[in-house]
């Protein structure tokens, strides 16, 4: 009945086979695997595509059914715009579409417009006499004209502005598209312009008097008129005054990730992306314009995450880890990774995005007040199409592989090396001595002739990922639909049957009013996620076990926890990993607007947002992977939930005032965000069988968390643009957050733009014709923030953990919860950004060049204490002032524009310097070591690194005079000691380059991702993961170590680490435990990945009719396919983590189909 | 026009009356789920309860961590004295004495240590103004606080030396207090303990000795005393205990670590879900024989050094009853076997002994040898001797009763709470003994444990102890 209703939309009529059922039968058979079924549109589409056609004095009803049977095209019209039209004769040969539509229509007041595979007929802008609309509609009074502006599928463009050409008036449309101006002048030219189309001239003519005129507004194809999502609205980059980068579905569906964040790298002019693992599902980290907030020290600052809206709605979890309860369980997939875990955006499907804004300066992100200091990120999700139901079948798959795997040495080299230390230690091993079995268990115990390649076995393997996603769309001019269903199974790449499955829902509804006066928009998004892990402490070092080492697993597969007296906990990678964690999200996005217009120009509206993502975590250790002299079994159990609640009133209105247009929004806004968190653990099981359940666990203790979060706010934005060449943007919020005490509680923020499009000036234009946009821009603004946790401004107790904090003498225990600080309020940001955009040949080549400086104040954040004040932090706000200045430039060109061939390039690059403005009372603070006013605050301090010793074959580092020490002193350099600053992480600049080459069906993207920047080397991996010379594997690059006197080596002695009474082999071990926070440890991590490319083929029509799809499209897209660095070894994006499971290299190969 | 009027005034009715109820509209619940102000903390008999329970159990965490006063000071000051071996790279540090500044047990003890002190003192504070509760029992209360205060700055002064002294919970006071001299820690830690005396009464508050009566006071008391060489104090506090009657020493060597032992003066039960004390559970591997020798599948992670086994006279019951052996495959290692349970058993058997009377007998015979009174000094160390299952010590001149007594605390205080480390320091024996056990490794300055780096960081008013 659904697919009936479909085929006869009641207001229009659809030309189609007669045989709508029985095609949707064949298409059903086609697309058994699928779950939906839908109407088929026989159709194909050729622009080749002619007709053959002979009549006479046909009506043209009979005409378009003729072209339709044979080119399979759509028409799309008004009944009653054929009403007064007359019959035709024609005789047509091979004649293409477009001429013959032409002739057919040639007397006829009809104008036609073809559009992908349907042909929309309207009514011609002046109809000599169109009865038919005097009846319907009211008579104009003899001195006003009166329009409709419609787009060319004739759906009525309200708020569309009009402007009477060199005169000071003007007037905006109403939700039909419909206005009225009086006392026109005969031979008036009328400007109208709506948002993303091409503006058109009208000329009145003397008809329009007295009958109503059409006015069809084309879409534009200059990317500056491309709609782009903005602040509770939207904008195009042509009058847009603020600093927005859109990535669009195009962009995001070429690349086969799983989180949108990633398929945002490289993409967007200041925005920082750093992936934390290669593990599927794992937590991406964002910044928007470098750092603004002060941390303890460079790499503890907290991370300035920017605000996530989706559809309107801020999303719940925001980026925060979801498996924060339940990390240090998680330890071995990231435990050296920051801010590393699993990321909640994993839970939305990149395939259903539409489009992501980034909001980076004040006028973008003022409106959101508080919320907006970090950025904002404002994700939209797809929405149905007018037009005939289509259905859209992606499915892909294909495998990954590290991108940069580390070899280790074998049995042979590792032992040798082996050998190597204890000659330096100048130790001899007695295999008798049951302390040197225990000490050197590789050399003494095991078996010298085994090997095993454990590297290869963890993180060598190869894993496959697969992705369907089905999507069904369509309805007519009023209501709109669709919904997508995406499956993704990511499987990882280490040993187990670990994988990350997501099943996602997307629906979008839209509704219009027949007067177009109610618009009411649903969307909602659900997603299941299940990612089956293990909880492992350190699987990742299993990279470093000696190649030697006996077998872990007994021929049962059981593991070993015993070979020959020496104990294999410590080794026990294989066991661990049979400790399961799981991790169950369940998403759910739902928005819904309602807008009603009450007058022209004025209209209301209400957005409603309910985000929720519940978690599900369970982790468990049975006795069976644990070494039996510590085995004890636990299972936890952890369920969690981020809710929030939006509700936004607001006002619109827009009005044109003879040049001027004018913008008004007014709104307000409610969020209420909670978040808690239950965790219950049980322990002393019985038996491994029963850690399922709690039930079965001997003991019992359960601990929860909740956090809230009140936020209310009013915001204003003022929109003025003068003849299409001036730009007023003023923009105000009045906040209120419940992070404060009393009397803190509200603050206000704001900003103002302008702009000016120079291009638009006749002597610029006369001089510069070649210069077809040109436009200068700024703003200032503040923001604030509240990013706090709740309560900090009052002293509390809280009850103490049961599990360990047993009851005291039958009391049950409590322990002060936090230092508190109850004068604490909004840190300020004060945002200056300036840009020049350039359009040349006719925009085909674009330029956007942007400035911007950002000085956050008043900081506030968890200042560090000693712990001798009984708590590691204080909320406090303090007067540091911290600037973040940079310069942004992108451009998008299209370089070859030919009928079959066409190559576009986008590149942009940013750099940001980030610079400690001001710090009262620094020398005295804990952060006396860590910055310095003046300086970058990613400027890291340490030793400065001199090199090893010829003589001694031992690191030396510079003192704070200017000697030379291995040991040298961790007080600062300024108090006598050696600490000094050593290097400045924060990337020169970063940015991409894309190229796309497209001839006729085929399709080659090839997107470079680059980034200079200096971090954390190779060698800071490999020593973080113990001294060379201990029991540690170590890559087998790593062979320029000192061997003997006069040696100049990079790296210093090999040392057992066992000194016992030897003054050299402790002495080398000393010296490299500073060599992780010296400047030796530092490097050029700079790179240019080739991050995506993406092939395509789209198969020719003709093959594809017959079997009734639209279109099919084979491709092939591959991630972080190719790297150019001169990074050692590990990947230079995961600086220094070297023993972690590496970033994917992943290709896929798939098949995308339109019915 | 009009008409246009009216929406709008209806629309800005609305705003305005949003905005006027903006501060409702961010009301938060006045505390979170599970914390309450400190302000109802103190308002509130059975709140102030909880608030110093949570005191007591901050001392014995959890036997996986152990805490500041339980176990962390037994593992590592066996380590870096002459008590404790290790073939684990995470004990090599202490075991060597080349503890660096960036130790993460170095600076979880210091941590630890001031967030219980900053209980210790918001509850002082708390308590002092609390109305709901009896003056008895506020001066009750203050008394157990102040004992377990002066433990603590006991136990930092003699691993770091001066150490900043906080007796409030301002973090802008307590944030930028420098190290004090160890004099002045030892004036708080005895002005401690003398308001402690005045508050507390022989009886305990407590079914069992869990928390301090008068004798804890006086018992430890009379450890400070005899750290500060004021021998006539030490003693008589010693004496005090001693001559109390309400404690006697077990004859039963098994014994003296039990729950409800007549010789403990002081006894935190152990009640943890898991495992029972934290040093049975470190000290003890896992093991299928129930009695010595222990068969296990693994080496224990901290057996006994050599050093100390030679220690022990012939027949000395003490290396039968309190160290065992554990039987690795044909390789035989010796552990501290004080404490008995691995695992937890319930009801509870074993509890932390914080203070027992055999120390103070030995107390009292140091004091009474420093001061010349070597015969009464011998009988209380015969009385340890005699439980041990020796006879009387011979030794007749100060300096070899004085020795004797040295050597009694030796064997009969083993890793325990780092009595044989502070004895080797505040005897000056330390360079020549483990110059002797840790030759090429030690050195005087390694004496003081380093102030975590973090702390020097954090609060540029501390200055590190010498040679880190």
Not at chain 1, 170 to 197: C, H, M, P, Q, W
Not at chain 1, 682 to 709: C, K, P, Q, R, V
Request: proline share 5%; with cysteine; aromatic share 10%.
């Amino acid at each position: 009945m659904q697919i009936k209703a479909l085929c006869n939309p009641p207001s229009y009529v659809l030309l189609r086979r007669k045989d709508c059922l029985t095609k949707t039968l064949l298409v059903m058979k086609l697309t058994i695997f699928l779950l939906l079924a839908v109407m088929l549109q026989a159709s194909a589409r050729t622009n080749a595509q002619t007709v053959t056609y002979t009549g006479k004095s046909v009506p043209l009803t009979a005409v378009f059914s003729a072209i339709k049977e044979q080119t399979g095209y759509l028409f799309f019209y008004r009944k009653e715009d054929l009403a007064g039209t007359g019959r035709v004769t024609l005789q047509l040969r091979n004649v293409p579409l477009q001429a013959a539509l032409e002739q057919a229509l040639a007397d006829q007041p009809l104008n036609f417009a073809i559009q992908g595979n349907t042909v929309f007929i309207t009514l011609k802008p002046s109809p000599p006499s169109p009865p038919q609309l005097t009846s319907t509609e009211s008579i104009p009074p003899p001195s006003g004209i009166h329009g409709r502006v419609m787009d060319s599928l004739g759906n009525p463009l309200g708020g569309a502005s009009v402007a009477v050409k060199g005169k000071k008036r003007g007037t905006t449309t109403d939700a039909r598209g419909d206005f009225e101006l009086k006392d026109i002048d005969e031979n008036a030219v009328l400007v109208i312009s709506y948002t993303g189309y091409t503006s058109k001239e009208y000329k009145v003519k003397n008809s329009d008097n007295t009958n109503k005129f059409f006015v069809i507004m084309s879409r534009s194809n200059s990317p500056l008129d491309e709609v782009q999502v903005v602040a509770y609205g939207t904008n195009t980059r042509r009058f847009n005054v603020g600093s927005v980068s859109t990535v669009t579905s195009e962009d995001i569906q070429k690349q086969p990730v799983t989180n949108v964040l990633l398929a945002l790298q490289g993409r967007v002019t200041g925005l920082d992306i750093t992936p934390t693992s290669g593990t599927p599902g794992s937590s991406v980290q964002v910044q928007i314009r470098g750092q603004n907030t002060l941390g303890s020290t460079p790499s503890s600052s907290p991370f300035d995450q920017p605000l996530f809206i989706v559809d309107g709605v801020p999303f719940a979890p925001q980026n925060n880890s979801l498996n924060a309860a339940l990390m240090n369980n998680l330890g071995g997939l990231n435990s050296n990774v920051p801010n590393s875990g699993f990321s909640p955006l994993n839970s939305i499907n990149p395939a259903d995005i539409e489009s992501v804004s980034v909001l980076k300066d004040a006028d973008a992100t003022s409106i959101y007040g508080s919320q907006g200091a970090n950025g904002v990120i404002v994700i939209t999700t797809k929405k149905g199409k007018a037009g005939a139901t289509s259905l859209n079948v992606r499915v892909n798959t294909g495998p990954n592989k590290a991108t940069r795997q580390l070899q280790m040495l074998n049995t042979p080299q590792y032992l040798q090396m082996r050998r190597d230390a204890l000659q330096n230690d100048g130790l001899v091993l007695d295999p008798t001595n049951a302390d040197d079995s225990m000490y050197f268990p590789d050399l003494v115990v095991f078996d010298s002739t085994r090997y095993h390649n454990f590297a290869r076995q963890f993180f060598g393997g190869t894993s496959n990922s697969t992705d369907v996603h089905a999507s069904l769309s369509g309805g007519s001019q009023s209501t709109t639909f669709i919904v997508s269903a995406g499956y993704t199974k990511s499987v990882y790449d280490f040993p187990g049957n670990f994988a990350d499955n997501r099943q996602t829902l997307h629906t979008g509804l839209h509704h219009s009013s027949m007067d177009h006066r109610l618009n009411i928009d649903f969307g909602s998004d659900f997603s299941y996620d299940h990612n089956n892990t293990s909880s492992a402490p350190s699987v990742a070092q299993a990279m470093l076990l000696a190649p030697n080492m006996p077998d872990l697993l007994d021929p049962e597969g059981k593991p070993v926890w015993n070979y020959k007296g020496i104990n294999l906990s410590g080794y026990q990678m294989l066991a661990y990993l049979k400790q399961p964690f799981s991790l169950q999200s369940y998403n759910l996005n739902n928005s819904l607007r309602i807008a009603y217009q009450l007058a022209t120009g004025l209209s209301i509206s209400a957005g409603l947002g309910y985000s929720l993502l519940n978690t599900k975590q369970y982790s468990a250790s049975p006795i069976s992977t644990q070494d039996p002299n510590n085995a004890y079994s636990t299972a936890t159990f952890d369920r969690g939930d981020f809710q929030t609640i939006n509700i936004e009133p607001q006002v619109d209105y827009k009005r044109t005032f003879g040049k001027g247009v004018l913008s008004v929004l007014v709104g307000g806004t409610y969020k209420k965000s909670t978040s808690s968190d239950m965790q219950v653990m049980g322990s002393g099981y019985t038996d491994d069988a029963f850690l399922g359940s709690i039930e079965g666990a001997a003991s019992i203790t359960a601990n929860d968390n909740s956090s809230i979060y009140k936020y209310a706010g009013v915001y204003g934005r003022l929109g003025y643009i003068y003849d299409r060449k001036y730009i007023v943007s003023l923009s105000g919020r009045r906040d209120g957050s419940s992070n404060f005490g009393p009397g803190r509680q509200f603050g206000s923020f704001g900003s103002a733009g302008l702009g000016w499009i120079f291009s638009e000036e006749k002597a610029f234009r006369k001089a510069l014709p070649s210069i077809s946009y040109a436009k200068i821009s700024g703003n200032y603004g503040t923001n604030g923030s509240d990013g706090v946790a709740p309560y900090q401004f009052q002293p509390f107790w809280r009850i103490s953990n049961m599990y360990s904090y047993p009851l005291f003498d039958g009391t049950r225990p409590y322990q002060p919860a936090n230092l508190y600080n109850p004068s604490y309020g909004w840190a300020s940001k004060h945002a200056l950004n300036v840009a020049l955009d350039l359009g040349f040949l006719h925009d085909r080549l674009l330029l956007n060049i942007t400035g911007y400086r950002n000085r956050t104040g008043n900081q506030l954040t968890s200042y560090t204490l000693p712990s001798q004040a009984g708590f590691p932090s204080v909320v406090q706000n303090f007067s540091a002032k911290l600037q973040d200045a940079g310069l942004e430039v992108s451009i998008t060109s299209v370089n070859v524009k030919t009928k079959n061939f066409r190559w576009s390039t986008s590149f942009n690059i940013s750099g940001n310097r980030n610079k400690l403005l001001a710090f009262p009372g620094l020398a005295t603070s804990p952060y006396a070591s860590t910055y310095t006013i003046g300086k970058p605050i990613t400027l890291t301090s340490g030793f400065r690194y001199k090199g090893v010793n010829d003589t001694t074959g031992i690191f030396e580092y510079y003192t704070g005079k200017g000697g030379v020490t291995s040991t040298p002193s961790y007080q600062q350099a300024s108090k006598g000691g050696d600490i000094q600053p050593i290097v400045d992480v924060q990337p020169k600049y970063f940015g991409g380059l894309g190229n796309t080459i497209s001839y006729k069906g085929l399709s080659l993207t090839l997107f470079f991702q680059f980034s200079k920047q200096i971090g954390h080397n190779y060698l800071f991996g490999v020593y973080s993961g113990g001294t060379p010379g201990g029991m540690n594997n170590l890559p087998v690059e790593l062979t320029d170590y000192w061997k003997k006197p006069g040696d100049k080596a990079t790296l210093q002695r090999l040392t057992t680490g066992y000194y016992g009474q030897n003054t050299l082999g402790r002495a080398a071990t000393r010296a490299a435990s500073y060599f992780g926070s010296s400047s030796g440890s530092y490097g050029d991590a700079s790179y240019i990945r080739l991050k995506n490319l993406s092939l395509s083929y789209t198969l020719p029509d003709s093959y594809l009719k017959k079997v009734g799809i639209k279109s099919c499209n084979i491709y092939v897209n591959a991630q972080n396919l190719l790297t150019f660095t001169g990074y050692k070894f590990g990947d230079p994006e995961m600086k220094g983590i070297l023993y972690t499971i590496p970033l994917q290299r992943t290709v896929t190969g798939g098949l995308s189909f339109d019915f | 026009m009009l008409y246009i009027n009216k929406k709008m005034l209806a629309i800005l009715a609305f705003f305005s009356l949003l905005a006027v109820s903006c501060k409702k509209l961010i009301e938060i619940p006045p505390n979170p789920p599970n914390q309450i102000p400190a302000s109802q903390v103190f308002a509130d008999s059975a709140d102030i309860m909880s608030a110093v329970a949570g005191v007591y159990a901050n001392m014995k965490v959890s036997a996986y961590n152990p805490s500041f006063v339980s176990g962390s000071i037994t593992f590592n000051t066996g380590l870096t004295g002459d008590e404790l071996n290790s073939s684990s790279t995470s004990y090599r540090n202490f075991l060597q004495n080349a503890i660096t500044v960036d130790d993460g047990t170095i600076q979880g003890m210091w941590k630890n240590a001031y967030s219980d002190i900053y209980q210790i003192n918001a509850c002082l504070e708390g308590i002092a103004g609390a109305t709901v509760i009896s003056v008895p029992l506020k001066q009750q209360l203050r008394g157990e606080l102040k004992v377990i205060r002066a433990l603590y700055y006991f136990n930092l002064v003699n691993l770091w030396g001066g150490v900043p002294l906080v007796t409030g919970i301002d973090y802008t006071i307590n944030a930028s207090l420098p190290r004090a001299a160890v004099d002045s820690a030892y004036a708080l830690i005895k002005s401690d303990l003398a308001d402690a005396r005045s508050a507390l009464s022989p009886n305990y508050p407590s079914l069992i000795k869990a928390r301090p009566n008068l004798y804890t006071a006086e018992a430890l008391s009379a450890k400070v005393y005899l750290y500060r060489q004021q021998w006539d104090s030490a003693a008589y506090m010693a004496g005090q205990v001693i001559q109390s009657g309400k404690y006697s020493l077990e004859q039963d060597l098994n014994s003296v670590f039990l729950h409800g032992s007549s010789e403990a003066i002081w006894q935190l039960p152990a009640n943890s879900t898991s495992y029972q004390t934290a040093e049975g559970a470190s000290f003890i591997p896992y093991t299928s024989s129930t009695v010595p020798p222990l068969i296990s599948y693994t080496a224990p992670s901290l057996p006994l050094l050599n050093s100390l086994l030679g220690a022990f006279e012939p027949g000395d019951q003490r290396k039968s009853d309190w160290v065992a052996i554990v039987k690795v495959n044909a390789t035989n290692y010796n552990i501290a076997y004080k404490y008995k349970n691995r695992t937890a058993v319930a009801p509870t058997t074993e509890d932390y002994m914080m203070l027992r009377l055999g120390e103070q007998y030995l107390i009292l015979a140091e004091a009474l040898a420093q001061q010349n009174q070597l015969s009464d000094a011998l009988t209380n160390l015969d009385q340890v001797r005699a439980r041990a299952g020796l006879t009387g010590s011979n030794a007749v001149s100060q300096s070899d009763v004085l020795s004797a007594i040295m050597h009694e605390r030796q064997t009969e205080l083993f890793c325990e709470a780092g009595n044989r480390w502070y004895d080797l320091k505040r005897t000056g024996a330390i360079d020549n003994v483990l110059g002797t056990e840790k030759p090429g490794l030690w050195k005087p300055s390694a004496a003081l444990y380093p102030i975590p780096l973090q702390e020097i960081i954090n609060n540029n008013l501390l200055i590190q102890n010498p040679e880190y």
